[in-house]
């Protein structure tokens, strides 16, 4: 029997426990490569109203707002993960932004290593902001695996000591996702509301009925107004609702990702995180809205309504990162320990 000192430990950290789809994704993707990496314990920080009832063999939820238990969690821990997403940017507010940064520079303060695993970097609109993220970056203890080119090319740019380019997490539930046959769907990803009539009306249009499909909890309130308003049924299947549509309108970048992944075309509205990283594998599509503006999205529905986009290279890519993760997290735990 292994004793209880030889047992391999990680602290998981990342915007969890809120419902959201794509972070949900992100946070399973984590925990899988940690396993994978015959970690045996994952301490995994959780908003606090869903630690009772989190259950997964070998992971630890802990109350994200804890600071006693978040301590113990890093001290115990071989090696500190962020798994995943854009939150080191100050847009949704300086405050969570300082909030993940002392997480990191608490590991940090304990000598322990810190993998930042496929996150994008900014917008970094303060200057304490970017001094903040430099200053961790700076660290040869934080590793960095960057999830665009613009966040790689950052982080080079200020003097990161261990950079690379990696992927979104995500990709790895290609294997998971459900085996939907194609409808004529176009699902609304929407988190605000929006004036639907020419973009409802193209679509019938050309053949497509219309749902809208929240894919957090915050967007619900707009898509229901909106669907009262347009006479639009809401999803409550987002994962079947996505796989099955032919196309995908959405303002948040997972929602893209997933109709990529499964083939269809989307529409991005107004995100600088989807156009910077799908730029790389699609550098003259056609689907991105800078403006929220119903005509533009109305027009690259039509556009794009008989494509069908291949995901290939970006699976391909999550390969690579999968592999280098896994010897990254052997080799600093290796190092810990030795």
Same mark, same amino acid.
């Given at each position: 029997m292994r004793r209880c000192f030889s047992l391999k430990t990680a602290t998981l950290f990342g915007y969890y426990g809120y419902d959201n789809l794509g972070d949900e994704l992100l946070c399973e993707e984590s925990i899988r490569l940690l396993k994978e990496a015959r970690f045996d314990r994952i301490y995994l920080l959780l908003r606090r109203d869903k630690v009772k009832a989190f259950s997964q063999p070998q992971v630890v939820p802990i109350d994200r707002f804890n600071p006693f238990k978040i301590l113990m969690a890093i001290?115990?821990?071989? $090696?500190?993960?962020?798994?995943?997403?854009?939150?080191? &940017? @100050?847009? *949704?507010? #300086?405050?969570?932004?300082? =909030? =993940?940064?002392?997480? $990191?520079?608490?590991?940090?303060?304990?000598?322990?290593? $810190?993998?930042?695993?496929? /996150?994008?970097?900014?917008?970094?609109? %303060?200057?304490?902001?970017?001094c903040v993220v430099r200053s961790l970056l700076h660290s040869k203890n934080v590793f960095f695996i960057a999830r665009d080119e613009v966040s790689y090319r950052y982080a080079r740019i200020v003097g990161a000591k261990n950079a690379s380019l990696g992927t979104d997490l995500a990709i790895g539930a290609v294997e998971r996702l459900p085996n939907c046959e194609k409808q004529k769907k176009i699902s609304l990803c929407l988190k605000s509301e929006l004036e639907l009539d020419i973009v409802v009306e193209t679509a019938k249009m050309y053949g497509f009925e219309t749902i809208l499909v929240p894919l957090s909890p915050q967007d619900?309130?707009?898509?229901?107004?909106?669907? &009262?308003? =347009?006479?639009?049924?809401?999803?409550?299947?987002? +994962?079947?609702?996505? *796989?099955?549509?032919?196309?995908?309108?959405?303002?948040?970048?997972?929602?893209?990702?997933?109709?990529?992944?499964?083939?269809?075309?989307?529409?991005?509205? /107004?995100?600088?995180?989807?156009?910077?990283?799908?730029?790389?594998?699609?550098?003259? =599509?056609?689907?991105?809205?800078?403006?929220? @503006?119903?005509? &533009?999205?109305?027009?690259?529905?039509?556009?794009?309504? /008989?494509?069908?986009?291949?995901?290939?290279? +970006?699976?391909?890519?999550?390969?690579? #990162? %999968?592999?280098?993760?896994?010897?990254?997290?052997? *080799?600093? *735990?290796?190092?810990?320990?030795?």
């Open positions: 001290v115990k821990s071989d $090696v500190i993960v962020c798994g995943g997403g854009g939150i080191f &940017q @100050d847009q *949704t507010s #300086m405050k969570s932004l300082l =909030y =993940y940064a002392s997480i $990191v520079r608490i590991g940090l303060m304990f000598r322990k290593p $810190v993998l930042l695993l496929a /996150n994008s970097l900014g917008p970094l609109k %303060h200057k304490l902001s970017k619900r309130p707009a898509c229901q107004k909106m669907a &009262q308003k =347009y006479a639009l049924a809401v999803s409550d299947e987002p +994962m079947k609702e996505l *796989t099955r549509s032919s196309l995908v309108v959405s303002q948040r970048f997972h929602g893209c990702l997933l109709a990529c992944l499964v083939g269809s075309p989307f529409v991005s509205l /107004n995100s600088s995180k989807s156009r910077r990283f799908f730029e790389r594998y699609f550098p003259k =599509y056609e689907g991105f809205c800078v403006k929220e @503006d119903p005509a &533009q999205i109305a027009l690259a529905i039509v556009k794009l309504s /008989n494509s069908r986009l291949e995901s290939g290279r +970006m699976i391909e890519d999550f390969r690579k #990162m %999968h592999d280098g993760v896994i010897a990254i997290l052997r *080799t600093l *735990t290796k190092r810990k320990r030795g």
